[in-house]
């Protein structure tokens, strides 16, 4: 397919092409993409605003990440914080930092994906920014959307006795990355290489293509659930439920146990000799939810199909403790990866 230099068109002129024709979905959308502000409306609720940056060889390898997914994950994940709020992704804006090496159709496929990811979960797309770059690809994402007056849910309402619940399972986008990165260098100066994923498939698409939990938040709707705080597992659970404790003065105790993790996260870690445990504490990228939930609705949360309850709120002046499968305490350290200094904390 031959291949279009984005001096051709300009910078309006891609903006025209990657935006033409986007429907619009959500009520408060009064005026998207096409002048100088989106015109939003949210007379009712509570507004909530969250961004992510995305830099090149600092979040994403183009090596192995093709264009159309990491559209999709940028946009995913910042309605996974919305959700994380107990809201409801409306719109995002879209700002891209773009290098000589990219062509129009290399953003259009970005744009295919932040597209989909914008139709599967019902966001409008109102605007946005693109210039250049010397630094390779840089995304910017910032998403609006709102919650119901009273029903916001930070990271500061956790209480003595509340239940700890976590979503899903956790590691599994950690060693989806580890696969990727030994597959790069195992293709390393090959023409015709062919990655080994047979088995392993899960991994991979919880790298590359995460899923916000919207059906978590509307199934605790549904029972009638309000947490008392909630957290996406961006950077690790040990990271994650250390914020939670540190907002809202308290300490925990989860159970190692306890902690949700996949089959083929387990045969991943144990190939690499890594500690499964480890990985699913402090791994990072799994957008599960984490919340806390009053002792009364222990029920309603066990019955709940994809949550898990890992433990419980404690005291501030009991620490913050993992309780190994042999009982000891072990205090809980963040150690995800800080995007400040490219390593671990």
Avoid: W
């Amino acid at each position: 397919m031959a291949q279009t230099e984005i001096s051709q068109l300009g910078e309006f002129g891609l903006i025209d092409r990657i935006t033409n024709d986007i429907p619009i979905v959500n009520s408060s959308t009064v005026k998207a993409v096409g002048d100088d502000a989106a015109v939003l409306s949210y007379p009712d609720t509570e507004v909530l605003v969250t961004t992510d940056m995305l830099l090149e060889g600092v979040h994403f390898d183009l090596t192995y990440v093709p264009l159309k997914h990491l559209g999709y994950k940028a946009a995913a994940v910042n309605f996974s914080d919305i959700y994380a709020m107990n809201g409801t992704p409306r719109q995002i804006t879209v700002g891209l930092g773009i290098s000589s090496r990219f062509t129009v159709e290399h953003i259009e496929e970005l744009y295919a994906g932040i597209r989909l990811a914008c139709e599967i979960y019902g966001v409008d797309l109102v605007g946005g920014d693109t210039t250049s770059s010397r630094s390779g690809l840089v995304i910017s994402i910032t998403c609006i959307g709102d919650a119901r007056k009273g029903e916001v849910v930070g990271r500061d309402g956790a209480h003595d006795t509340d239940l700890i619940c976590v979503s899903g399972d956790l590691g599994s986008a950690y060693m989806g990355l580890q696969l990727l990165e030994r597959e790069k260098v195992a293709s390393a100066g090959q023409k015709e290489f062919v990655p080994k994923f047979e088995g392993k498939e899960y991994l991979v698409e919880r790298q590359l293509k995460p899923e916000p939990r919207r059906d978590i938040i509307r199934a605790l709707q549904e029972q009638g659930i309000m947490p008392t705080s909630m957290i996406d597992i961006s950077d690790g659970l040990s990271s994650e439920l250390l914020h939670i404790c540190k907002s809202s003065d308290t300490g925990c105790r989860v159970y190692e146990d306890r902690i949700p993790i996949d089959y083929q996260t387990a045969v991943m870690a144990e190939e690499l000799g890594m500690n499964l445990v480890t990985a699913a504490l402090n791994g990072g990228e799994d957008y599960e939810l984490l919340f806390t939930v009053p002792l009364h609705c222990h029920e309603k949360v066990e019955k709940m199909e994809g949550v898990k309850v890992i433990g419980h709120i404690t005291k501030p002046e009991l620490g913050c403790m993992l309780v190994s499968r042999d009982g000891a305490e072990l205090p809980l350290r963040a150690q995800g990866f800080n995007h400040m200094s490219g390593t671990a904390e």
